[in-house]
Structures are given as C-alpha cells and as structure tokens.
C-alpha cells in the first residue's frame, strides 16, 4: 500500500501561479512514476503531468508551456508549478503514484481543489 498526503490547492486569479506538492509513504519500489491528474465537473479525470523515476516526464497538451511537474525521489514527494493559470485550470487535482515493478497499479490522492477567477 502507498499513501498519499497533497498539498497546496486554493483559489488564484487568472495568471497567478500555485505549487502542488504530494508525499508517497508506503511500500514505495523505485520502478516507478508520480504526477497530477485532474477532473473538472462533468468532466472525465484527465492526465495534467506524470514523472518517472528515472525523470521522464509527459504532459497534457493543455498545460504544455505552463506547468512544470519536478520530484525529489530522497523525500518520495512530487511537485507541480503552475504558471499563467486559466480559469479552464479549475478543478481537483489528483496526484497518482504508479507502481511499476513486476505489476503496473495506480494509488490515488484525495485531491486537491484548485480554482482560477477570471
């Protein structure tokens, strides 16, 4: 099992810039990634950003240029900077720790909200 602690949602005017971290305790191998996922009402959950282990990294096409996902493996924790904030920004986000050794699994956040005013 693997538990996971976010922090730094909140409400941000349009341009303004928030900072997600997340914390991975637990039965953590090293084959593995960390990132963000969101999902707005109505909406399905969607990918924001994702991190390996190693460093590779994936992004959404919508926040391509904006928000830079980074992790420091010593301390398991995951962050995410968002930049130039739209309102269309505004959602949960969830942070998902993917198990890569010998079988893939995802463990999930609670989520975090995170709102952008026009």
């Known amino acids: 099992q693997v538990q996971l602690v976010e922090s730094g949602g909140g409400l941000v005017q349009a341009g303004g810039s928030l900072r997600l971290s997340c914390v991975a305790s637990?039965?953590?191998?090293?084959?593995?990634?960390m990132g963000w996922y969101r999902q707005a009402p109505g909406e399905q959950r969607e990918l924001v950003a994702i991190i390996g282990s190693e460093g590779s990294t994936n992004y959404g096409d919508s926040v391509k240029g904006r928000f830079t996902i980074s992790r420091d493996n010593a301390k398991n924790t995951v962050f995410l900077q968002m930049n130039s904030l739209k309102p269309e920004d505004t959602a949960v986000y969830y942070c998902v720790f993917r198990n890569l050794f010998r079988q893939r699994y995802d463990y999930w956040g609670q989520g975090t909200q995170v709102t952008v005013s026009s």
């Open positions: 637990g039965s953590i191998f090293s084959l593995n990634a």
